[in-house]
């Protein structure tokens, strides 16, 4: 079975920095895109940051120059380095995966979120 386990969420000051790590564990074949999610109360999930296997990323434009994703493909994790973190970064936070638990199955896989609030 496939879990995908977030750590590193939490309460910091505008202008702070959190680092974000997404572990996944169970039984894997492969993992493709990675990527970041957020959702703030009352708002749609809308993405962060995604990386591909190869290390080619994307941003959002609201957290380009701030945030940075990267991945360690040998321990199956995903990190997001959160800088200059701004009140509107507050919300919980996702990370998914396209995986292959096995050769002939794929599917993306969501992790349960970790809030992230940012005060003024």
């Known amino acids: 079975q496939v879990q995908l386990v977030e750590s590193g969420g939490g309460l910091v000051q505008a202008g702070g920095s959190l680092r974000l790590s997404c572990a996944v564990s169970?039984?894997?074949?492969?993992?493709?895109?990675m990527g970041w999610y957020r959702q703030a109360p009352g708002k749609q999930r809308e993405p962060v940051a995604t990386?591909?296997?190869?290390?080619?990323?994307n941003y959002a434009d609201s957290v380009k120059g701030r945030f940075t994703i990267s991945r360690d493909n040998a321990k199956n994790t995903v990190y997001l380095q959160m800088n200059s973190l701004k009140p509107m970064d507050t919300a919980v936070y996702y990370c998914?995966?396209?995986?292959?638990?096995?050769?002939?199955?794929?599917?993306?896989?969501w992790g349960q979120g970790t809030q992230v609030t940012v005060s003024s």
């Open positions: 990386i591909n296997s190869g290390g080619s990323t």
């Open positions: 169970g039984n894997i074949f492969s993992i493709g895109d």
């Open positions: 998914k995966a396209y995986i292959r638990p096995t050769y002939y199955r794929s599917d993306d896989y």
